[in-house]
């Protein structure tokens, strides 16, 4: 890799974020249709990341709100793990 390939902060930032929600949404004990629908969506932003990295993440802090939502509202949800 060349050095002006190296990632932005910003970019960088919006990296880590992306595989965190990743992993959560793997983590999570949701129905098949449930998790592919999320897993959807965060594709959908990763995605937009390629063109447009202030839209993305905006959504991306949209969906990871969704997301704390839905883990505080899952009977559960003591029992679910940040990540690994």
């Known amino acids: 890799m060349a050095a002006d390939d190296r990632l932005t902060r910003s970019e960088d930032d919006l990296a880590r974020r992306l595989r965190d929600a990743h992993r ?4 999570l004990t949701l129905s098949p249709e449930r998790r592919e629908r999320l897993a959807r969506r965060l594709l959908s932003i990763c995605d937009l990341a390629k063109h447009d990295l202030h839209r ?9 709100l969704d997301l704390d939502a839905l883990v505080s509202d899952t009977p559960s949800a003591g029992n679910i793990a940040e990540g690994d």
């Open 56 to 64: 993305a993440a905006g959504r991306l802090d949209l969906f990871l």
């Open 24 to 27: 959560r949404v793997r983590l």
